[in-house]
């Protein structure tokens, strides 16, 4: 059974450039959730989705935005972006609200 | 809001000896707790959760973890380290109940170094 798939798994961009992140969750999982991993802030919460419609949503700026596909696939974009936007992005899976997330192995964005 | 506190950003160990990682945390609510590990340019891998009834709680490659809720502890152990378990750790609370496992609040991290 294929685990959650992120693309690509690292990326370059500059300043002011925007970036859109994909995930695809293992086959049957319908909440798709998104966090943000950095030396100095750690893992945060950007934002969880679960049959198209965002469930929650974390403390981040209106720069960072996601959408969920009806084949459960998730997308996360981040406009305008800024140094401090470089980080490893995880999504997770999980095949209902209340059982457990199962990570990919992220996405390495570096803002130059 | 929850919050997890882990006590110790590393820490070493020989190889067979306990490894012990500690986690407090803060929740209003009873909580749903989890332990991850990190390996290198990796992703988290879950190793046990704990969300109601037995408290001790067995994980996979040897972990364990209790919670106690007198001491909002949920602390992590392996009675003998492998050279494998080198990694990194992360002990997580879920937000509320209400939004289940989705939304989780990790604690900052802890190192696991294991010398030969």
């Known amino acids: 059974k294929a685990g959650v798939t992120q693309t690509p798994r690292y990326l370059i961009k500059t300043r002011g450039q925007q970036v859109t992140l994909s995930c695809s969750p293992i086959?049957?999982?319908?909440?798709v959730s998104w966090y943000q991993q950095t030396p100095g802030q750690g893992l945060q919460f950007l934002f969880e989705?679960?049959?198209?419609?965002?469930?929650n949503k974390g403390n981040f700026p209106g720069r960072f935005s996601g959408r969920q596909f009806s084949n459960s696939r998730s997308e996360m974009n981040v406009s305008t972006l800024e140094l401090g936007d470089s980080a490893l992005y995880l999504c997770?899976?999980?095949?209902?609200?209340?059982?457990?997330?199962?990570f990919g192995q992220g996405t390495r964005l570096t803002v130059v | 809001a929850q919050s997890v506190t882990q006590l110790g950003s590393h820490v070493s160990v020989s190889e067979g000896a306990l490894v012990l990682l500690r986690c407090n945390y803060s929740s209003s609510v009873p909580p749903y707790l989890f332990w991850y590990v990190q390996y290198p340019n990796q992703g988290l891998q879950l190793l046990l959760k704990y969300t109601t009834g037995a408290t001790l709680v067995k994980g996979i490659n040897g972990f364990e973890a209790e919670f106690k809720k007198s001491e909002t502890s949920f602390h992590l152990t392996k009675p003998s380290a492998h050279m494998s378990d080198a990694a990194e750790y992360f002990c997580?609370?879920?937000?509320?109940?209400?939004?289940?496992?989705?939304?989780?609040?990790f604690g900052t991290g802890t190192r696991l170094l294991v010398s030969p």
């Open positions: 086959s049957g999982h319908r909440s």
């Open positions: 989705y679960f049959s198209e419609t965002q469930r």
């Open positions: 997580a609370v879920s937000g509320s109940r209400g939004t289940g496992f989705q939304k989780l609040v």
């Open positions: 997770a899976s999980s095949l209902a609200v209340n059982t457990e997330a199962f």
